[in-house]
C-alpha cells in the first residue's frame, strides 16, 4: 500500500559527496518519521538519521558534522546529504517511513522500507 522508491547511491571516492532521495507513494494518509538507516556486510542495521514530522532531526555520532537529512512533505520525499564521506560509510542505505494509511476513519499505521542503495566510499 506505501512504496518508497530510492535513488542516488553509487561509487565515490574518500572526500566526496552524495545526496540519497526516498520518494514515498500509495494511499498516505500522514507521514510522521523518515529515516535512514545502513548495513554494512556481516553488520546490524543501524539508524543514520531520522525526521519528524515536525522538523526535528537526530542522527549517529559517527555521521554528525557530515550527513544532512531533511524532508519535503509536499513530495512525501526524504533526502540524505552525505559529505566527507569515508570508506568506513560504505554500506547499503535504506529509507524507512512511518505514518498512517488511508483507511476511511481507521487510519491504521504503517511502517515501510526501501528497497536498499549500495553506497561504496573507495578510491
Known amino acids: 500500500q506505501v512504496q518508497l522508491v530510492e535513488s542516488g547511491g553509487g561509487l565515490v571516492q574518500p572526500g566526496g559527496s552524495l545526496r540519497l532521495s526516498c520518494a514515498a507513494s500509495?494511499?498516505?494518509?500522514?507521514?510522521?518519521?523518515m529515516g535512514w538507516y545502513r548495513q554494512a556486510p556481516g553488520k546490524q542495521r543501524d539508524l543514520v538519521a531520522a525526521?519528524?514530522?515536525?522538523?526535528?532531526?537526530s542522527s549517529a555520532d559517527s555521521v554528525k558534522g557530515r550527513f544532512t537529512i531533511s524532508r519535503d512533505n509536499a513530495k512525501n520525499t526524504v533526502y540524505l546529504q552525505m559529505n566527507s564521506l569515508k570508506p568506513e560509510d560504505t554500506a547499503v542505505y535504506y529509507c524507512n517511513v512511518a505514518g498512517s494509511l488511508l483507511r476511511g476513519l481507521s487510519a491504521p499505521l504503517f511502517n515501510s522500507w526501501g528497497q536498499g542503495t549500495q553506497v561504496t566510499v573507495s578510491s
Open positions: 525526521v519528524t514530522s515536525g522538523g526535528s532531526t
Open positions: 500509495g494511499s498516505i494518509a500522514s507521514i510522521y518519521t
